[in-house]
Structure formats: structure tokens, C-alpha cells
């Protein structure tokens, strides 16, 4: 019984991150919480982002996805307190 607890624990404490990352709120993640991020994670901001954005209505394929995102990645560079948001927007 108690090593079904340590492991119900276990998994909570290893999903733990993804459900927060899945809850937050892409207007206020920074440039330096977007870098923190692996490749996947990076897409999903990008594509959260964008359905957050004005252009939501819009459709990103793969190309316009990965453009976003090396458009977000440039944007942030030395600047870690600025909204990953902001960074997509300035090519818009």
C-alpha cells in the first residue's frame, strides 16, 4: 500500500509541471521562461500565443509555426523580462 502512495506521489510530482505549463497564461509568460522551454514546449507557446493573439482566427501551418517561433526566439534575445507575446508581434 505504501508503494502505491510513493508512486501516485511520484507521477504528481513529475506531471506537476506540464499541467502548469498547460494553465499558463501566454500574454504573461517572459522571454525567459519561453527559453526555458524544449522544442515542444517552445510550439506550444508559439501556437497558444497566436490563438491568443489578434490573428487567432488565422491557421499556422508547420512553416508559419516554425517562423513564429525563431521569430519569438530572436525577439527575446537579451531581453528576458520582456513578454514572449511581444516578441511575436513584432513581425506582425
Not at 18 to 25: G, S, V
Not at 31 to 37: D, G, H, M, N, Y
Request: charged share 25%; proline share 3%.
Amino acid at each position: 500500500m505504501k508503494t502505491t502512495y510513493l508512486a501516485l506521489a511520484a507521477f504528481g510530482l513529475l506531471a506537476a509541471p506540464a499541467f502548469a505549463d498547460a494553465m499558463m497564461d501566454p500574454a504573461k509568460m517572459t522571454c525567459a521562461e519561453f527559453s526555458k522551454l524544449d522544442k515542444d514546449g517552445m510550439m506550444k507557446a508559439v501556437d497558444m500565443m497566436h490563438k491568443a493573439g489578434p490573428d487567432a482566427t488565422m491557421a499556422m501551418d508547420d512553416d508559419a509555426m516554425k517562423t513564429a517561433g525563431e521569430t519569438v526566439m530572436t525577439g527575446c534575445e537579451g531581453h528576458d523580462d520582456m513578454m514572449a507575446m511581444d516578441a511575436l508581434m513584432k513581425k506582425m
